[in-house]
């Protein structure tokens, strides 16, 4: 406890911020209501917290170089904004793989994970020459030929992993993807040699 207290004030004066803007936070038990701890003010609460006021969070750093934090700023802003077509589209891939399964495979949903707006996703993906419906497409197809490989796996289970919300959704899909149903896909697969097999 006394060295938690310790380590508190030693940032509060490497910050520069006087003491009374702070109120440190402590579990039941560990103290009695309210009291101060070299000009801390330390009250009972749920957990640990360090508390600064607004004026405490306003205060510049000693040694802040704005000068340095707005070129960095920028840098990163160009890096940003210069991200790759392939690192969009698979991010969007990877978000698609891991909601595939929940069945939440809405536009709206992929956006919300990768932290942008819908009308942002669509503008970034044509912008690439892609499109939502053809990624999730592709993924779906994709995983579907990998997980038809597993000869224990059921059909139907296979339509729910790919996010379908029936069987038929998903050999109707499967069907335009390569002309054939995946029981015949997987009927094919069997027939195979095994060498073939693993390049097929």
Request: aromatic share 4%.
């Amino acid at each position: 406890m006394q060295a938690l207290l310790g380590v508190c004030v030693r940032l509060v004066e490497s910050l520069g911020v006087m003491r009374e803007q702070l109120m440190l936070q402590l579990p039941a038990g560990q103290i009695n209501g309210e009291s101060r701890f070299a000009g801390l003010r330390l009250i009972e609460a749920e957990g640990f917290a360090l508390q600064l006021s607004r004026q405490a969070l306003d205060c510049c750093l000693p040694g802040a170089a704005p000068v340095l934090f707005n070129g960095i700023s920028g840098t990163l802003r160009n890096l940003l904004a210069s991200r790759t077509a392939l690192d969009l589209v698979e991010q969007v891939r990877h978000s698609m793989l891991r909601l595939l399964s929940t069945g939440r495979l809405s536009e709206v949903e992929i956006a919300v994970s990768m932290g942008i707006s819908t009308r942002h996703l669509r503008r970034l993906l044509k912008q690439q020459g892609a499109s939502y419906e053809q990624l999730l497409d592709q993924v779906r197809r994709e995983e579907g030929v990998r997980l038809l490989q597993d000869s224990a796996r059921s059909l139907t289970s296979i339509a729910y992993e790919l996010g379908f919300h029936e069987p038929s959704s998903f050999t109707r899909a499967f069907r335009r993807w390569t002309g054939i149903s995946p029981s015949d896909y997987r009927r094919q697969r069997q027939d195979m040699p095994a060498a073939s097999r693993r390049s097929a």
